[in-house]
């Protein structure tokens, strides 16, 4: 079955420095992938989705991911954080017969000043 | 346009009770998902609607039911409540309910659900 991994279950970062959260992902055939987030008190709010072809995605909020095959793995990034960004991130994949999501188990990020 | 509204967004129910939970999808959506999320099992997929009928349906209990309305409003019932049902639960709409990977899903605030 495909199954997503988040290494990491809580990071603290500076505001306005770098930013990259671990996703690794299980299967054998090219995945498709998302990144969502998840601010306190709200739901989720797709960030960037990745299908097929360029491995480097672009999405909302300044965010982007980089899809590497030979590590299997979908990390999330952000040049410069925010005070804003801080919240629970979610790497997913589509299973079943593709009508639903499973996610990772989320890396909630702490921005400090 | 609105965004997925779920009702009511904080409850609190005692062990042996029932609880149902509301769900409006975006305007012109007709697929409606839910999702239990809790701090030990993260976030798992209870059942997915499309057109009234449910599609398809996650590892849960059948203590955990649901239903889709002609305009696609959706409830979720869970009977005899537990103290591990205890949980945020998320509703999540799409348009037209192709493979989840094609169109993008909007998900709910949730509804967070306390049992004592």
């Known amino acids: 079955a495909q199954s997503v991994t988040q290494p990491d279950i809580h990071i603290t970062v500076s505001e306005g420095a770098s930013l990259e959260l671990r996703c690794n992902y299980s299967?054998?055939?090219?995945?498709?992938l998302f990144w969502y987030v998840q601010s306190p008190g709200q739901g989720l709010q797709l960030l960037l989705k990745?299908?097929?072809?360029?491995?480097l995605v672009q999405g909302i909020k300044g965010f982007e991911a980089e899809f590497k095959r030979s590590q299997s793995s979908f990390n999330l990034r952000k040049p410069s954080v925010h005070w804003s960004d801080a919240a629970e991130y979610f790497c997913?994949?589509?299973?079943?017969?593709?009508?639903?999501?499973?996610f990772g188990t989320g890396t909630r990020l702490t921005i400090i000043p | 346009k609105a965004g997925v509204t779920q009702t009511p967004r904080y409850l609190i129910k005692t062990r042996g009770q029932q609880v149902t939970l509301s769900c409006s999808p975006i305007?012109?959506?007709?697929?409606v998902s839910w999702y239990q999320q809790t701090p030990g099992q993260g976030l798992q997929f209870l059942f997915e609607?499309?057109?009234?009928?449910?599609?398809n349906k996650g590892n849960f209990p059948g203590r955990f039911s649901g239903r889709q309305f002609s305009n696609s409003r959706s409830e979720m019932n869970v009977s005899t409540l537990e103290l591990g049902d205890s949980a945020l639960y998320l509703c999540?709409?799409?348009?037209?309910?192709?493979?989840?990977?094609?169109?993008?899903?909007?998900f709910g605030p949730g509804t967070r659900l306390l049992v004592l």
């Open positions: 305007s012109g959506h007709r697929s």
């Open positions: 990745y299908f097929s072809g360029d491995t």
């Open positions: 997913a994949v589509p299973t079943f017969g593709n009508e639903k999501l499973t």
């Open positions: 999540a709409s799409r348009r037209t309910g192709v493979v989840v990977y094609q169109e993008t899903q909007y």
């Open positions: 609607y499309f057109s009234e009928t449910q599609r």
């Open positions: 299967y054998g055939a090219t995945p498709y």
